[in-house]
């Protein structure tokens, strides 16, 4: 294409539909430009769903007037199909055979789907120049032998054009392949960390800072850096079940033990307070 007048608006058109086709391609489809003749491209596009001609790829040769995109390209299939006939002009809507019906928007990819559109028709919307009427039989077995067609000019196969999408079922393949290590991964991890009782005691235990031995007095003052460590400390607790319950349990008891002294006191003072009373009034008596 190296010739080619590239301020001619035919050949600008085609240029960025071959560059639109090729940025953004299709599994259904695959359409570009001949090398040594811009105007003339070669399309291969997949069978349509749920017809007898589901599975089949078919080739065909798409021819551009001078004149695109203001006058319709022209239609020849080449691979056997029994929906239409071999090298010869196909009369569908958007063809050379009805260009009162073209619009110049339109382009090649506009023929390659409605061409693909035209494959299931039957009855007398599938009558027309170039189509022909196949048992259905036939028609999936050349469905079948589409795929292995080549092409005289492309010297390609139809599957190498325009291979198979990737099915869903390999995709679930790999997926429950996957399955079981995830599995074996997660028993493995709750063999080697069991979760603990929940009736267990847990006991704290703080890293960096050993904890004070002795009992701990209720009042006694924490200096600022043992503040700053203890609460650093909260962040790296773990928790693991324990037989016995933490000894610093038994502080408390002291507090009872030195409330209980102050009603003995109070009860002296009374006993002395009359008995100096009585003391007085027997001395005053006896006087």
Known sequence: MAGLNKNNSAIKRIMQEARELANDPCTDYRAAPLEDDIFEWHCTIRGPADTE???GLYHFRITLPPEYPFRPPSIIMLTPNGRFE?????CISFTNYHEELWQPAWGVRTAIVGLQGFFPLKGTNAVGL??????PAERRRLAKASREWICPQCQQRNLDLLPDPPT???????????????TVAAESTATASPAPPPDAPMAIHSVGVPLPSGNVQPNSGISG?????AVLNRTTVETTPVAQAPSVSAQPTRRPAQTTRRPPLLLD???CVLLAIVVGLVY???T
Not at 171 to 182: A, F, I, M, Y
Not at 225 to 229: C, L, N, S
């Open 53 to 55: 001609f589901e599975g």
């Open 86 to 90: 071999l090298n010869t002009k196909i």
């Open 130 to 135: 170039g189509a022909v009427e196949y048992p």
């Open 168 to 182: 869903s079922s390999e995709g679930n393949t790999s997926h429950h392949h996957d399955e079981p290590k995830t």
């Open 225 to 229: 850096p043992a503040v700053q460590a």
């Open 269 to 271: 003072t009374l006993i």
């Open 284 to 286: 005053r008596r006896l």
